[in-house]
């Protein structure tokens, strides 16, 4: 990759939330930077929504390759870009700004990057899909499971949510009671029930699932869920959606500078920054 386009400035991306301070994704793309052996920064910053339009302008300058986009901007920032990736466009969420002389790109790597955190964790591909959820992140997740051919049951809080969701991308919306959980194989927690909340869960009484069967918490504070307590105590793998954030940052960080970095260095940067108890 060449050097920034500016005198002795090495490249810049940067992370747009409201808060921003509490983010893991500066120590990951500072590490990222260091495995690939490029000068660069990762900022986060705190960006009021109404300026969020002043903050996407600056991404046009030259030495900055991109940014994250996190809470509240993700939706927002749609109609701030030049063109949306089919998947961003599709979900209706950008998670990743990709600048390209002086044009922005919205992409969305949750998506693929759950995919990715699901293959390592070995989902199954059998079995019925169910998606806890009706927000950006469960939207990424019908999104994800539709591209290789799972169409997902969809069950929120908010039952006209679910239903609004799998008009746009497929799938079926249900009531928790109407789902046949004995035959489902995979179980992912897009919600936030559970954020920073060891005694809350998304689902309860956590039913009976299919042999074999995966529950994936995107949640990852705390880093053991009561969601994935539950699944653990009946004999059910879980797993946090650590391994998802790890991938959406590798994919992004991918796509601004062509460089490969492994998942490890995103995964390792991230157990700095909280604590993983030891697996049961
Ligand atoms: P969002 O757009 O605000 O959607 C939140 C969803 O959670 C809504 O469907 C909401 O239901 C539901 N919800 C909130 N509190 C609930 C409760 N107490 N009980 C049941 N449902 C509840 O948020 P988002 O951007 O989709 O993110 C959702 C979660 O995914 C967050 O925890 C976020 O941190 C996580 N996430 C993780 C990754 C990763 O890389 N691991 C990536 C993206 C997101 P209603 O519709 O009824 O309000």
């Known amino acids: 990759m060449s050097s920034p386009g500016v005198p002795g400035g090495s490249w810049r991306a940067f992370l ?3 808060p921003a301070a509490h983010s893991l994704s500066p120590q990951m793309h500072a590490a990222a930077f260091a495995a690939a052996g490029l000068a660069g920064q990762y900022e986060a910053r705190r960006v009021a929504p109404q300026d969020l339009p002043a903050a996407i302008a600056e991404l046009r300058a030259p030495g900055v390759l991109g940014a994250n986009l996190s809470l509240p901007h993700k939706e927002t920032a749609l109609l701030l870009l030049d063109d949306l990736s089919p998947a961003a466009r599709a979900i209706g969420a950008v998670n ?3 600048h390209r002389s002086g044009r922005l790109l919205g992409e969305n790597t949750d998506a693929p990057g759950l995919l990715a955190a699901l293959d390592e964790a070995g989902a199954s591909a059998g079995g019925l899909s169910v998606v806890l959820g ?3 992140a469960a939207r990424a ?3 994800a499971l539709r591209s290789r051919g799972q169409a997902a049951m969809v069950v929120n809080r908010t039952p006209e949510r679910a239903a609004a969701l799998t008009r746009d991308l497929g799938g079926q919306a249900l009531n ?3 789902v046949p959980w004995a035959q489902v194989g995979l179980l992912v927690n897009a919600s936030s029930a559970g954020l920073g909340d060891p005694h809350a869960s998304p689902l309860t009484p956590l039913p009976a699932l299919a042999p074999g069967a995966l529950v994936y918490d995107m949640v990852y504070k705390p ?3 009561r969601l994935m307590r539950e699944a653990r105590a009946a004999g059910v793998r879980a797993e946090n959606g650590l391994g998802m954030l790890a991938h959406q940052a590798r994919l ?3 796509a601004w500078t062509g ?3 492994p998942a490890p260095v995103f995964l390792e940067a991230l157990a700095g920054g909280v604590q993983v108890p030891p697996r049961p």
Do not use: H
Request: hydrophobic share 55%.
């Open 259 to 261: 460089a490969e970095v």
């Open 252 to 254: 992004a960080f991918f």
């Open 223 to 225: 880093t053991e869920t």
């Open 134 to 136: 009706a927000g950006g």
């Open 141 to 143: 997740a019908v999104y």
């Open 96 to 98: 990743t700004v990709i």
């Open 16 to 18: 747009y939330a409201d």
């Open 176 to 178: 928790a009671a109407e």
